[in-house]
C-alpha cells in the first residue's frame, strides 16, 4: 500500500488543526472500497431473494388458475381432466415407504457415528466419507443404480423400485441429521446410565433417543420433503407414463405428482400445461411448509437442548 | 444394538459399492465396445451410430463450470452479507429464505426455466452475443433460449443456495476476537474480512465451491427442461445442447436398443465417478471443516 495517507497540511505547510476531518488520499480509496463491498453483498443477498420470489410469484400465477378443491380431491379424467389425488396420495405412498426403509437405517448409522464408533477412529471415518458420497449421488444415478438393482431383476418398474430410490435420496440426510442431534444430547445423560449400570443398548434406547427424538424427527421430515420433490429416481425406477393411473400396488407402476408434471408438460394441450402448473404449485406450497415448520421446530427443539 | 448400527453402516458402504457394480455391469456392453474412446468421440444417434459422450462430457463440464463462475463470487458475497453486515433481524429472515431455495424441486426450476427464463435469456441473447461474440463461447445466435447458457444460469440459481449456507456458516466460525483485533489496527470493514475472515476459511470455501459443482454436474431434470437435449456440434454457449444427466432423463425411458441403454449406465458411471470424486476432493480440501454438515442442513 502506497503512503498517501498524509496528515493534512495547511497553506503555511505546517500542521492545520482546523483543517477539515475528511479523508483524503489512500484512505479515501479504503473507504470507498470498503463501501462498494458492502453494497455489493447487500445487492447480491437481495438478489438472490429476488429470485425466490420471482420463482414463487411465476409459479402461483400460473398455477393458480387451474388449481380448484376438485383438483387436489378428484381423480383424473381423461388427459387433460380432472384432479391429480391420485398422484397425490402415490407420491405419499412411495414416499412413505422410502422413509420406511431410510429412517431406521439413517438413524442406526448415526448412532453408530455417535454411540460406538470413536469419532476419529478408521470405521467412522470411511462411513462418514460414505455418507459424503451417498448425499453427492446425483439423483438420476440413483435411478439407474435402483433400475440394474431392481427393475431388471423384476421385468417392471415399480412404486417399489421408486420407494427404494427415494431411501437413498432420504438416507445419508436423515443419518447426517440423527448424528448432530445425538452430539447434542449431554455426555452426563450417558455417564448418569453407566453410573447406573445401565447397559449401553438400553441407554441408547431409552436415555438417548427420547431425548434426541425431536431433532431426528425434524431431520427426517426435512429428508422426506427433499424426496418428495424428486422427479429423476422415479422417471427411471417408478417410470409411470399414464398419469392416470390409479393403483397404489406398490408392485406396479404408481402415480406422483413429480411424474405428473413431467408428463403432463410434453402433452400438445395448453390445459394439460395448466394442470402441470397446478400440480407444481401445490408440490412446491407443500414442500416449502414442510420446510418452515420443520425449521420452526427444530429451532425450539435445539433451544430446548440448550445448544 | 451395536450389531445393529454396524450393519446399517455397512449396508451403506455396501450400497455405494454396488452402485459401481451395476452401473459397470450394466454398461458393460457399451464399456467393452468403446473403452475409454467413449470419452471423448461425441457421436450420438441411438439406433444408428453411437460412439461416445464426449459432447455431453462438453456440455456438462461447461454449463456447471459457467454456473459455478456466477455463483460463487454471488455467495461469497451473501454469505458475508450473512454473516457480518445483516442487522440480526435481516439474517434470521433473508437466511432461510436464501436456503429455501434449496428446497424447491428441480422440476419445478426446469419448469420455470423453460416457461420464464427461457424467453428472458432469449432477449438478452443478442445482446450477450454483440458484446461477447469475439469470444467462441459467445459466437453464436439461438433461434430461441434453448441452451446450454440457460442451463448454466439455471444451476447458478440452484448451486447458489449451497455455496452461500456453507460459506456463511464457514465465515461465523472465525473468532471475534480476531476480527476485533484487525479492526483495532484500523482495518475497515472490507480489509477486516479480506484480512482474517476470507483468508482463514479460504479451504473451506473451496470445498463449498466444489461440493456446488458436484451438484452442478449431476442435475438432470432441470437442465433437461432448458437445455434443448440436441447433438452438440458446437462449442458455442447459444446453441442448445446436452449434458450426461440431462441426456439419461431424457432417453433412458425410450431406450430404442441394448447398446443404447447400454451408453447411458456408461455415461451414469463417469458421472459417479465425478461425483464421488468431488465428494472426496472437498473432504480433503476442506481440512478441519466440515462443510459437508453444513451441505446436510442447507439441502434440506
Known amino acids: ?307 | 444394538m451395536f450389531a445393529l448400527c454396524l450393519f446399517a453402516g455397512l449396508l451403506v458402504v455396501a450400497t455405494l459399492v454396488d452402485v459401481i457394480y451395476q452401473l459397470a455391469n450394466n454398461g458393460n456392453v457399451a464399456i467393452s465396445r468403446f473403452g475409454l474412446g467413449f470419452l471423448v468421440h461425441s457421436a450420438w444417434k441411438p439406433g444408428f451410430h453411437i460412439e461416445g459422450a464426449g459432447g455431453l462430457i462438453y456440455g456438462t463440464l461447461v454449463s456447471s463450470l459457467m454456473a459455478l463462475v456466477l455463483a460463487t463470487p454471488l455467495g461469497i458475497a451473501i454469505g458475508l452479507y450473512l454473516s457480518m453486515m445483516a442487522p440480526r433481524r435481516v439474517r434470521a429472515t433473508v437466511g432461510p429464505l436464501v436456503e429455501m431455495l434449496a428446497a424447491v424441486p428441480s422440476i419445478i426450476y426446469g419448469f420455470w426455466g423453460l416457461v420464464v427464463l427461457v424467453p428472458f435469456v432469449e432477449s438478452i441473447e443478442p445482446g450477450l452475443h454483440s458484446a461477447l461474440g469475439f469470444i467462441p463461447l459467445f459466437s453464436c445466435i439461438s433461434p430461441n433460449g434453448i441452451s446450454t447458457f440457460s442451463a448454466g444460469i439455471v444451476l447458478t440459481v440452484m448451486i447458489l443456495p449451497i455455496i452461500s449456507a456453507l460459506s456463511r456458516d464457514l465465515f461465523l466460525t472465525v473468532p471475534q476476537d480476531l476480527r476485533d483485533g484487525a479492526a483495532a489496527l484500523g482495518a475497515t470493514r472490507w480489509e477486516v474480512i479480506r484480512g482474517t475472515v476470507l483468508s482463514t476459511t479460504v479451504s473451506g470455501v473451496s470445498a463449498a465451491v466444489v461440493l456446488g459443482l458436484g451438484r452442478a454436474l449431476g442435475e438432470a431434470i432441470a437442465v433437461s427442461f432448458v437445455i434443448g437435449d440436441s447433438d452438440v456440434r458446437s462449442t458455442c454457449v447459444f446453441k442448445p445442447g446436452a449434458s450426461l444427466a440431462e441426456r439419461i432423463a431424457n432417453q433412458f425411458p425410450g431406450a430404442v436398443n441394448p447398446l443404447h441403454t447400454s451408453a447411458m449406465f456408461y455415461a451414469a458411471l463417469i458421472l459417479v465417478v465425478i461425483s464421488m470424486l468431488t465428494s472426496l476432493a472437498a473432504r480433503l480440501i476442506a481440512g478441519r471443516f466440515d462443510v459437508q454438515a453444513s451441505l446436510g442442513r442447507a439441502m434440506t
Do not use: C
Open chain 1, 1 to 307: 500500500m502506497s503512503a498517501t495517507n498524509e496528515i493534512v497540511l495547511g497553506e503555511s505547510g505546517l500542521f492545520d488543526p482546523t483543517a477539515p476531518l475528511a479523508p483524503s488520499g489512500n484512505l479515501r480509496r479504503r473507504s470507498v472500497v470498503d463501501r462498494s463491498v458492502q453494497v455489493t453483498a447487500t445487492a447480491a443477498a437481495l438478489a438472490a431473494v429476488a429470485v425466490l420470489v420471482i420463482i414463487v410469484v411465476g409459479v402461483i400465477q400460473h398455477g393458480a388458475s387451474s388449481l380448484s378443491l376438485d383438483f387436489v380431491i378428484k381423480d383424473p379424467q381423461g388427459l387433460a381432466g380432472g384432479g391429480i389425488v391420485n398422484s397425490l396420495l402415490g407420491t405419499l405412498e412411495i414416499v412413505a415407504a422410502g422413509a420406511v426403509v431410510a429412517m431406521p437405517l439413517g438413524i442406526l448409522t448415526g448412532l453408530y457415528l455417535t454411540e460406538f464408533a470413536g469419532p476419529r477412529s478408521r470405521p467412522a471415518r470411511v462411513l462418514k466419507l460414505a455418507l459424503d458420497m451417498m448425499q453427492g449421488l446425483p439423483t438420476i444415478v440413483v435411478g439407474l443404480f435402483v433400475y440394474g438393482l431392481i427393475v431388471i431383476p423384476e421385468h417392471q418398474q415399480s412404486g417399489f423400485a421408486g420407494a427404494i430410490a427415494l431411501s437413498i435420496v432420504m438416507l445419508p440426510l436423515i443419518a447426517r441429521a440423527s448424528q448432530e442431534v445425538l452430539l447434542l444430547v449431554p455426555g452426563t445423560l450417558r455417564e448418569a446410565a453407566d453410573a447406573l449400570g445401565v447397559n449401553r443398548w438400553r441407554t441408547v434406547l431409552t436415555v438417548i433417543l427420547p431425548a434426541a427424538m425431536g431433532g431426528i424427527v425434524t431431520g427426517a421430515i426435512l429428508a422426506i420433503a427433499r424426496a418428495a420433490g424428486e422427479t429423476a429416481p422415479l422417471l427411471i425406477a417408478d417410470g409411470i407414463y399414464n398419469p392416470n393411473t390409479t393403483s397404489f400396488n406398490l408392485f406396479h407402476g404408481v402415480a406422483s405428482i413429480p411424474m405428473f408434471i413431467y408428463t403432463s408438460y410434453d402433452l400438445p394441450l395448453t390445459q394439460a400445461v395448466a394442470r402441470a402448473w397446478a400440480a407444481a404449485l401445490v408440490l412446491m406450497v407443500a414442500i416449502l411448509l414442510a420446510n418452515i415448520l420443520a425449521r420452526v421446530f427444530l429451532a425450539r427443539s435445539r433451544a430446548k437442548m440448550g445448544a
